[in-house]
């Protein structure tokens, strides 16, 4: 009679290839945000390795706990090894979070206005008022994660006979920096008007042969007023 032993094999340990996973700083609220992604792809990487076979195999990875920060962003390489009691493997997956680009702005132009060449104070305002709209499309503000422009101007425009300088100071803010620019709108006013007192005339009518004598000395008096 005969007896046979047989040792099965373990069955081939298997996997697939897992997705790495490039997502945008500017697509999150916050880092709580980041973090909650990081965590799902993790499981989700273990998930589309679909690991099978083996003997009981376990599986490790030597991620250390880090994970990319909203404003710098950075990529994470994690290696897991797949164990059973007849071999090993690894395979990989990354994570990339890419950062915001920086905010950029062009300094504007400070404008200088004489009151001289304005017919009244609305013609001010309407310089004014384009002068601000003229400030925000020279600045070009770029970048960041859908920055918000905001600005210091209390609504006071300098006024015609006075003239005078606003400084407006704006704050570019996003979810990870903060800039700031100013502009500076002058409006110098008419120069002071000047008068000297010109020299009353008096005349004697014996000095004078006749009528038409007297109106040439009053037509140059008033030339001579001027």
């Known amino acids: 009679f005969d007896a046979v032993f047989t040792l099965n094999p373990p069955a081939s340990i298997t996997n697939n290839e897992p997705d790495d996973l490039v997502v945008e700083a ?17 499981i989700d990487v273990e998930t589309q390795a679909g690991v099978q076979g083996g003997c009981a195999a376990s599986i490790s990875n030597d991620w250390d706990g880090s994970i990319p920060q909203l404003c710098t962003g950075g990529s ?31 300094d504007p132009v400070d404008l200088t206005v004489e009151a001289c060449d304005f017919a009244d104070q ?8 384009q ?9 070009n503000v770029t970048g960041g994660c859908n920055p918000v422009i905001t600005n210091d ?22 979810l990870c920096e903060t800039t700031t620019f ?19 005339l008096t005349v004697e009518a014996c000095n ?18 001027l």
């Open 26 to 42: 500017c697509d999150f609220t916050d880092q709580t945000a980041v973090d909650a992604t990081f965590n799902q792809w993790l």
């Open 122 to 129: 609305t013609a001010v305002d309407a310089e004014f008022n």
């Open 182 to 200: 100013d502009a500076v709108f002058t409006l110098n006013p008419p120069t002071p008007i000047d008068v000297t007192d010109p020299t009353d």
């Open 76 to 106: 994470i390489t994690i290696t897991w090894t797949v164990i059973d009691l007849c071999g090993s493997f690894t395979f990989d997956a990354i994570f990339t979070l890419n950062p915001p680009t920086p905010i950029s702005v062009s």
């Open 131 to 139: 002068w601000l709209t003229d400030v925000l499309s020279q600045a």
């Open 208 to 225: 004078f042969a006749d009528q038409t004598a007297v109106d040439n000395e009053f037509n140059q008096w008033l030339t001579d007023v």
């Open 153 to 174: 101007f209390d609504g006071n425009i300098p006024q015609l006979c006075t003239g005078g300088t606003v400084i407006i100071n704006y704050t570019v803010t996003d």
